[in-house]
């Protein structure tokens, strides 16, 4: 069985960083690309960031980027979100996601979510 | 970016009745890589449909997907309870797998 559990999301304030985690099992981690998608508060999913099987192609969304990176760590079976810069509207819970094949594709296993508060 | 327009915002409809769902693209979809999913109250979504026609592992064949290019439509056939929830539509042709902003289905 699939499993993401994503841990790391907490109140931070305006400026601060936070990295998010995601410990995957019941599949080969390194044979699949990884999602990160966002929702805020009662609004809709946003999609975040990409990260190939290997770590050698990311993507961002406008919205994040030069503020957030994505990496994974395949002898862990971890993936990560380092989050700078934050604002009040990265507020939202974040999931943790597998993607369909090896650089990309759509998302048929979903983590539970973590928090992240970004408030003074 | 390709932006996705989904209508209607909320759609009201009772048991057994047929649903229509649009999702729209600003620029055409490569390959039909459009996605649809399910999500309920406090749970994660739910992959349903792929490939804008494929549906996913255990989805019931009352839920069907169809289009292409910039015009996508997910259908359920007769809604049961447990049909009424969000639904979201997604591309992933481009590296930037937009969502669009979903259509709330509710009991009438």
């Known amino acids: 069985e699939v499993q993401l559990v994503e841990s790391g999301g907490v109140v931070v304030q305006p400026g601060g960083s936070l990295r998010l985690s995601c410990a995957v099992s019941?599949?080969?981690?390194?044979?699949?690309?990884m999602h990160w998608v966002r929702q805020a508060p009662g609004k809709g999913l946003e999609w975040v960031s990409l990260?190939?099987?290997?770590?050698?192609?990311?993507y961002y969304a406008d919205s994040v980027k030069g503020r957030f990176t994505i990496s994974r760590d395949n002898s862990k079976n971890s993936l990560y979100l380092q989050m700078n810069s934050l604002r009040a509207e990265d507020t939202a819970l974040y999931y943790c996601?597998?993607?369909?094949?090896?650089?990309?594709?759509?998302?048929?296993?979903w983590g539970q979510g973590t928090l992240v508060t970004v408030s003074s | 970016e390709i932006v996705l327009t989904q209508s209607p915002g909320t759609l009201s409809l009772s048991p057994g009745e047929r649903a229509t769902l649009s999702c729209r693209a600003s620029?055409?979809?490569?390959?039909?890589?459009l996605a649809w999913y399910q999500q309920k109250p406090g749970q994660a979504p739910r992959l349903l449909i792929y490939?804008?026609?494929s549906r996913a592992t255990g989805i019931p064949d009352r839920f069907s997907g169809s289009g292409s290019g910039t015009d996508f439509t997910l259908t359920i056939s007769r809604l049961e309870p447990e049909d009424f929830a969000v639904y979201y539509c997604?591309?992933?042709?481009?590296?930037?797998?937009?969502f669009g902003q979903g259509t709330k289905l509710e009991i009438k």
């Open positions: 996601a597998k993607a369909h094949y090896d650089s990309g594709g759509y998302i048929p296993h």
């Open positions: 019941g599949f080969t981690f390194d044979d699949y690309a």
């Open positions: 990260i190939t099987w290997d770590g050698g192609s990311t």
């Open positions: 620029q055409s979809v490569s390959s039909s890589y």
């Open positions: 490939g804008a026609s």
């Open positions: 997604q591309q992933y042709g481009s590296t930037s797998y937009t």
